[in-house]
């Protein structure tokens, strides 16, 4: 049961362009919400959150809006770079009693053309 | 410092060997996790200490065996694993459960082969 989708595997951007990828969620109890920039064989670098009770967060170049009743969030990147090329995934944390559990999506691969 | 350290960062071990992984971190979090991650799959939870207690287990085979020493440190003992066992082994940390709006840091990861 897959309950953080990332629909789209890939993407591909020009460079100076905006990045849009996209995550859905089924579980109404998720309340805070990450997403990670992945390199291979490395391990998953924290970019930008958003809680539940907000519906836009920014940072610099990176902005991430959540739309609760669609229980849908995404990352916007703007002006893409090709240093932004790597695996994005989105993740929830599942309130499991006093213990967290961060569920991931299953990533989409950025690619960004110079 | 948002720093993760494991250890090491590659091994290779036959599936008779013993081995262990190593984790570390500063930030005094008191929650600690191990992922595991295959190529083209997104990290998959196996183990949650919270409090250095073990809180979650997510059905994972006895030949993982994971302990928590102190609040700063998360290993991984590694006994009769199988080929399939192959993967990037991952360690995060975070403020635990029941603290809302918290990151989990990663660590660079353990790429392991088992032959």
Known sequence: DQQVKQNSPSLSVQEGRISILNCDYTNSMFDYFLWYKKYPAEGPTFLISISSIKDKNEDGRFTVFLNKSAKHLSLHIVPSQPGDSAVYFCAAWGRGGATNKLIFGTGTLLAVQP | ?115
């Not at chain 2, 036959?14 to 979090?29: D, F, I, P, R």
């Not at chain 2, 997510?58 to 065996?65: A, G, I």
């Open chain 2, 1 to 115: 410092d948002t720093e993760v350290t494991q250890t090491p960062k590659h091994l290779v071990m036959g599936m008779t060997n013993k081995k262990s992984l190593k984790c570390e971190q500063h930030m005094g979090h008191r929650a600690m996790y191990w992922y595991k991650q295959k190529a083209k799959k997104p990290p998959e939870l196996m183990f949650v200490y919270s409090y250095e207690k073990l809180s979650i287990n997510e059905s994972v085979p006895s030949r993982f065996s994971p302990e928590c020493p102190n609040s700063s440190l998360l290993n991984l003992h590694l006994h009769a694993l199988q080929p399939e066992d192959s993967a990037l082994y991952l360690c995060a940390s975070s403020h635990p459960g029941g603290v809302v709006n918290t990151e989990a840091f990663f660590g660079q990861g353990t790429r392991l082969t088992v032959v």
